[in-house]
Nanobody, 126 residues
Framework: QVTLEESGGGLVQAGDSLRLLCKDI???????????MGWFRQAPAKEREFVAT???????YLNDSVRRRFTISRDNSKNTVYLDMNNLRAEDTAVYSC?????????????????WGQGTQVTVAS
């Protein structure tokens, strides 16, 4: 059963901005509100890498490669987590997936994320 649905991906030019959305369509508001959420990405022929995470309390942590350009946020009333991407680069091209964890705090470790979406493609033209 699909529990997370990403959207907002597409083809953009270098320097553009894009907002990705991930909505939990299964979890109750209570469950979502107690969960840590994360964004990961996987470029062609490369391993999946951590992008950003946000805890139930709003604590955030981002990969150094995107920290100055991306922002992660959440709206518990909508069961939704966002990834706002600014000044996109060709290197950001990847399939972006969101995930939910029952871990108590932010984490960059994939093993703590039990629920995953199918991903949304982001392509940045150089």
């Amino acid at each position: 059963q699909v529990t997370l649905e990403e959207s907002g991906g597409g083809l953009v030019q270098a320097g553009d901005s894009l907002r990705l959305l991930c909505k939990d369509i299964v979890a109750s508001g209570h469950t979502f509100g107690r969960s840590t959420m994360g964004w990961f990405r996987q470029a062609p022929a490369k391993e999946r890498e951590f992008v950003a995470t946000i805890s139930k309390s709003g604590r955030t942590y981002l990969n150094d490669s995107v920290r100055r350009r991306f922002t992660i946020s959440r709206d518990n009333s909508k069961n939704t987590v966002y990834l706002d991407m600014n000044n996109l680069r060709a290197e950001d091209t990847a399939v972006y997936s969101c995930a939910r964890s029952d871990y108590e705090d932010i984490t960059v470790l994939e093993k703590y994320y039990a629920y995953w979406g199918q991903g949304t493609q982001v392509t940045v033209a150089s």
